[in-house]
């Protein structure tokens, strides 16, 4: 099966610095990639969704200016929270798609941010 | 507006039979998703259903009624490493995933 990778597994941050994650498929081309973030004990909460080479559309209720998405490349895609605070601790979590007629999204493993 | 329905928590014994169901109503239809997800980890995905029926694959099936806006996901001879959440997500005409909150599976020996 396709593979998707995502760096860090875990991160632990002061409040107030930056955070960059990368989400890379090892296998494929994405032409999609997906940022979720996850709380404990509930469900996936799509951040953003962007495809290569353009900008991504965010969610209602998700900063743009404070998560910053970048797909550079049909294998890469960054997820960088600025000025993080302890509210933005979570499980984030990257998903692939190949495109044309499969739907199936890839996850890597996610990325648990402690903010202190 | 969107919405998935499972239940929160379920419990079963080693070796016995289970289904979790999940209803949807979505902006238009495009296929249901089940993903499996551990503790602490990524989800994994299990099916795919877009048209009517029973989709069986090894111990693990799933079944898709449009009409009723419903699925289930059917797990045979449980293992004590089934324990997990379930995810039930439902693609819509945009083709972005509707996620529920996911079932969480106890299995008891």
């Known amino acids: 099966g396709a593979v998707v990778s995502q760096h860090p597994s875990r991160v632990i941050c002061k409040s107030g610095t930056s955070v960059k994650i990368e989400c890379r498929s090892l296998?494929?081309?994405?032409?999609?990639m997906f940022w979720y973030r996850q709380f404990p004990k509930q469900s996936l909460m799509l951040m953003a969704t962007?495809?290569?080479?353009?900008?991504?559309?965010?969610e209602q209720g998700v900063e743009k200016d404070k998560f910053l998405i970048n797909h550079a490349s049909l294998t890469l895609s960054t997820l960088t929270v600025t000025s993080a605070h302890p509210e933005d601790s979570s499980f984030y979590i990257c998903s692939a798609r190949f495109g044309g007629e499969s739907y199936e999204q890839y996850f890597g493993p996610g990325t648990r941010l402690t903010v202190t | 507006g969107q919405n998935i329905d499972q239940p929160t928590e379920m419990t079963a014994t080693e070796g016995a039979i289970v289904q979790i169901n999940c209803t949807y109503q979505?902006?238009?239809?495009?296929?249901l998703f089940w993903y499996q997800q551990h503790a602490g980890e990524a989800p994994t995905f299990l099916s795919y259903?877009?048209l009517d029926g029973l989709e069986e694959k090894g111990r693990f099936s799933s079944f898709l009624s449009r009409s009723k806006g419903y699925s289930y996901l059917l797990l045979k001879e449980l293992q004590m490493k089934d324990s997990a959440s379930y995810l039930c997500?439902?693609?819509?005409?945009?083709?972005?995933?509707?996620w529920g909150a996911g079932t969480k599976l106890i299995i008891k020996p």
């Open positions: 259903n877009v």
């Open positions: 997500a439902a693609m819509d005409s945009n083709y972005q995933l509707i």
């Open positions: 296998d494929f081309q994405a032409t999609t």
């Open positions: 979505t902006s238009g239809f495009n296929g």
């Open positions: 962007s495809n290569e080479g353009s900008k991504a559309t965010y």
